[in-house]
């Protein structure tokens, strides 16, 4: 089996064989779920991360915020938000997330805040909205800090969205179409202010409700069926 058709298991052990010790090799040392699961008994963790922008090489993260989900349960009691000290200016990204310089000067290291994201996701699925974001900031904050890879299990409620919209309106999908806020309005779910890392993670927690009861609704759904 080549490396890039590796499942997480597989990535998750080699990486295990290398990684020192700390909150990183914590995280690996537990399985993720099996593909089979049901999405009834499936354990995710929705997570958001604001940044400066969009390349996880150049730019840096400015809050994380997460909520766990047991099966059809958002627990709110696990929801955290932190504000993370970074190096440089918010600069213009001020005026998409409204954090400024002086409300990060208080916030905790990436470090800290990262294991504490690797603890709280410990044997779930990482969940979220346009997962690409919070996956490659997460990996280059431990690649950084530890020397080695998070590989993870994830279900990305954009992608979801887009397959839901597209036994809809086929091949097109309508501009905007894929935002979190718009497929919240598909299930009349409430409207929250974005761009607030803790508000954005609860917001995909139960887009992700709402799409999986959908699915439900036609088949048995498990996580081999909507892990992106």
């Known amino acids: 089996m080549g490396w ?13 064989r290398t990684c020192p010790q700390g909150p990183l090799r914590e995280y690996l040392s537990v399985p993720f779920p099996e593909a089979d699961t049901a999405v009834a008994d499936l354990a995710l963790l929705a997570i958001d991360i604001e940044t400066t922008g969009l390349d996880p090489a150049k ?36 005026t998409v997330h409204g954090l ?15 294991a504490e994201v690797l603890r709280a996701m410990s044997g779930r699925v990482l969940l979220a909205h346009f997962a690409r974001i919070e996956r490659d900031f997460l990996r280059i904050a431990c690649e950084r800090a530890w020397g080695s ?20 309106w086929g091949a097109e999908i309508p501009d905007g ?13 409430p409207v929250y202010r ?8 609860l917001a995909c927690a139960e887009l992700y409700l709402a799409q999986t009861a959908e699915i439900a609704a036609e088949r048995t759904v498990t996580l081999g069926a909507i892990s992106s």
Request: glycine share 8%; charged share 20%.
């Open 177 to 189: 179409g894929l935002r979190l806020w718009t497929a919240r309005t598909r299930y009349g779910l």
């Open 4 to 16: 890039f058709t590796r499942s997480p298991q597989t990535r998750r052990e080699r990486a295990l």
């Open 59 to 94: 730019d840096h993260v400015l809050s994380v915020g997460f909520v766990p989900i047991n099966g059809r349960s958002i627990v709110l009691g696990g929801a955290r938000h932190h504000l993370i000290a970074t190096e440089g200016q918010v600069g213009q990204s001020a």
């Open 149 to 168: 890879a998070m590989p993870t299990v994830i279900v990305d409620t954009m992608e979801l969205h887009r397959r839901l919209l597209s036994r809809q």
């Open 100 to 114: 400024t310089d002086d409300a990060l000067a208080e916030g905790m290291p990436l470090v800290d805040a990262v």
């Open 194 to 201: 974005a761009h607030e890392a803790l508000t954005d993670a």
